[in-house]
């Protein structure tokens, strides 16, 4: 096992954890956004709805990512869209865009549920104290019930956050040039089987770990003042 | 139906799936009147406090505030709810707010007072109940007494009609119960309209120009606290006060 690859290979994984940062940035909001409007559909009054929100669920996690992906890049896969390049690698937007897409919905399937539970754990007596006042059901939830609901998930979601980070890792087979692609690369170009792989471990172990972290001081941030 | 009832209430009934919960109530309530609602646990005295501002859905009756039919489908629920204010037994206050933001939070989102406005209204009731040096504290570090005051102030900075309250002392220890009994025995000598359910008998008897009393989903007397707790008619409560007196 050798390390001799690094000097020419290193601009592979940089590049490559720039990219993956990219898309998990991107993941991450849309997912929660859609995550949270996905719970609101299925705790909504209305029926059509709530079966919607619950079929969508289901489907995504039902079945596996990778097999999302592939049918994500088939039926997305065609749109016109231009290369760029990222330091040493050329990112093709046609294949960059529906895997973002593809991750950010199925990232929606587990935020909702995530959201559903955080919602649900905020007391009723909050909701009625809100209605009592005037203040309406919209109002209430964005106002009221959302931020408790946020406090209530943020360790919950700061797993779905990690987790986002790995699974991008996926794109890599539909020819995403993300960090898993830049190990892959320098491991069938310098027929080094195990050292790219730790390498790239590294890398991935970092990210995550500062991400848990930084949930971690947001959530004791949030709890400032009503730490239970 | 006449206009200086502040509340009134026609036939109503309640059912929680089979079980009929209020059978059939009717209530008038005056701008200005202080009613009591006494009577043992499970008599429907909190439903029947909720359905007033619809927190709970009447099955079936009319429930009339200020002229208008609240539990008619049509009418927009919450506009009227912001002239009711409803203290609760658990207080209810918004635990990630300041007790500022609580009570400027519905003021503003309603649309009803600025920012600078709701601060100075804000600033005016917690030194009303004695809370001024509370105002950037949250409500965990509150005592329940405290807390109650804080919900209190919450209501009143809508400026309401009339106050809702829920056994606001049922939750408190017992040496927090005065200071929560005294606010709420100020705002009856300002002339607030009270629609109080409570087991405080004593403070019934002094505050109240009504008090009524409820059994089984029914009111079964109702009078002056004089009539009520030192004449009662019926066996039912005569029974009940004979219990808790």
């Given at each position: 096992m050798s390390f001799n690859f690094i000097d020419k290979f290193l601009p592979?994984?940089?590049?490559?954890?720039?990219?993956?940062?990219?898309?998990?940035?991107?993941?991450?909001?849309?997912?929660?956004?859609?995550?949270?409007?996905?719970?609101?559909?299925?705790?909504?009054?209305?029926?059509?709805?709530?079966?919607?929100?619950?079929?969508?669920?289901?489907?995504?996690?039902?079945?596996?990512?990778?097999?999302?992906?592939?049918?994500?890049?088939?039926?997305?896969?065609?749109?016109?869209?231009?290369?760029?390049?990222?330091?040493?690698?050329?990112?093709?937007?046609?294949?960059?865009?529906?895997?973002?897409?593809?991750?950010?919905?199925?990232?929606?399937?587990?935020?909702?549920?995530?959201?559903?539970?955080?919602?649900?754990?905020?007391?009723?007596?909050?909701?009625?104290?809100?209605?009592?006042?005037?203040?309406?059901?919209?109002?209430?939830?964005?106002?009221?019930?959302?931020?408790?609901?946020?406090?209530?998930?943020?360790?919950?979601?700061?797993?779905?956050?990690?987790?986002?980070?790995?699974?991008?890792?996926?794109?890599?087979?539909?020819?995403?040039?993300?960090?898993?692609?830049?190990?892959?690369?320098?491991?069938?170009?310098?027929?080094?089987?195990?050292?790219?792989?730790?390498?790239?471990?590294?890398?991935?172990?970092?990210?995550?770990?500062?991400?848990?972290?930084?949930?971690?001081?947001?959530?004791?941030?949030?709890?400032?003042?009503?730490?239970? | 139906?006449?206009?200086?009832?502040?509340?009134?209430?026609?036939?109503?009934?309640?059912?929680?799936?089979?079980?009929?919960?209020?059978?059939?109530?009717?209530?008038?309530?005056?701008?200005?009147?202080?009613?009591?609602?006494?009577?043992?646990?499970?008599?429907?005295?909190?439903?029947?406090?909720?359905?007033?501002?619809?927190?709970?859905?009447?099955?079936?009756?009319?429930?009339?505030?200020?002229?208008?039919?609240?539990?008619?489908?049509?009418?927009?629920?919450f506009k009227h709810r912001e002239k009711m204010g409803m203290v609760f037994?658990?207080?209810?206050?918004?635990?990630?707010?300041?007790?500022?933001?609580?009570?400027?939070?519905?003021?503003?989102?309603?649309?009803?007072?600025?920012?600078?406005?709701?601060?100075?209204?804000?600033?005016?009731?917690?030194?009303?109940?004695?809370?001024?040096?509370?105002?950037?504290?949250?409500?965990?570090?509150?005592?329940?007494?405290?807390?109650?005051?804080?919900?209190?102030?919450?209501?009143?900075?809508?400026?309401?009609?009339?106050?809702?309250?829920?056994?606001?002392?049922?939750?408190?220890?017992?040496?927090?119960?005065?200071?929560?009994?005294?606010?709420?025995?100020?705002?009856?000598?300002?002339?607030?309209?009270?629609?109080?359910?409570?087991?405080?008998?004593?403070?019934?008897?002094?505050?109240?120009?009504?008090?009524?009393?409820?059994?089984?989903?029914?009111?079964?007397?109702?009078?002056?606290?004089?009539?009520?707790?030192?004449?009662?008619?019926?066996?039912?409560?005569?029974?009940?006060?004979?219990?808790?007196?």
């Amino acid at each position: 096992m050798s390390f001799n690859f690094i000097d020419k290979f290193l601009p592979y994984f940089n590049d490559g954890l720039i990219v993956t940062l990219m898309i998990s940035a991107f993941v991450v909001v849309i997912g929660t956004v859609l995550g949270t409007l996905i719970a609101l559909a299925k705790l909504s009054k209305i029926r059509i709805l709530r079966w919607l929100a619950n079929v969508y669920i289901e489907v995504f996690r039902g079945t596996p990512m990778l097999v999302q992906i592939m049918i994500g890049f088939q039926v997305l896969g065609k749109m016109p869209l231009p290369e760029f390049q990222l330091g040493i690698l050329t990112e093709d937007l046609s294949r960059l865009v529906p895997g973002i897409i593809v991750l950010s919905m199925n990232s929606g399937a587990y935020v909702a549920e995530i959201v559903r539970s955080g919602i649900n754990a905020v007391p009723k007596g909050q909701t009625e104290a809100a209605y009592s006042l005037g203040i309406r059901p919209h109002q209430t939830m964005m106002k009221v019930i959302l931020p408790q609901a946020v406090r209530n998930i943020l360790p919950a979601l700061g797993n779905e956050f990690v987790t986002i980070i790995k699974d991008s890792s996926l794109l890599a087979t539909i020819g995403v040039m993300e960090l898993f692609n830049g190990a892959q690369t320098t491991s069938s170009t310098t027929y080094q089987s195990l050292s790219p792989w730790l390498l790239v471990a590294g890398y991935y172990f970092v990210v995550t770990f500062i991400t848990s972290r930084l949930i971690n001081l947001l959530e004791k941030k949030l709890g400032k003042g009503y730490a239970k | 139906m006449s206009t200086h009832n502040l509340i009134e209430i026609k036939d109503l009934h309640k059912y929680f799936g089979k079980n009929e919960v209020l059978k059939g109530l009717d209530i008038q309530i005056k701008r200005g009147e202080v009613v009591v609602m006494i009577g043992p646990s499970g008599s429907g005295k909190s439903t029947f406090l909720r359905t007033m501002n619809l927190l709970e859905t009447p099955t079936k009756g009319d429930v009339y505030f200020e002229g208008t039919n609240i539990a008619d489908k049509s009418v927009d629920v919450f506009k009227h709810r912001e002239k009711m204010g409803m203290v609760f037994q658990q207080f209810n206050l918004f635990p990630n707010m300041t007790v500022l933001d609580n009570l400027t939070l519905a003021p503003m989102t309603t649309g009803k007072l600025s920012k600078e406005e709701a601060v100075e209204v804000a600033i005016e009731l917690l030194a009303k109940v004695g809370l001024s040096e509370k105002a950037d504290a949250y409500p965990q570090s509150l005592s329940g007494g405290q807390q109650q005051r804080v919900a209190i102030a919450r209501a009143l900075a809508m400026n309401p009609d009339v106050m809702l309250f829920d056994e606001p002392t049922s939750a408190l220890d017992p040496e927090m119960v005065g200071d929560v009994l005294n606010v709420m025995q100020d705002l009856a000598k300002d002339g607030m309209t009270m629609v109080i359910v409570t087991h405080e008998m004593g403070f019934a008897k002094e505050v109240a120009d009504c008090v009524i009393f409820m059994a089984d989903g029914k009111i079964v007397e109702s009078g002056t606290p004089n009539e009520l707790f030192d004449h009662p008619k019926e066996p039912r409560t005569q029974e009940f006060l004979a219990q808790v007196l």
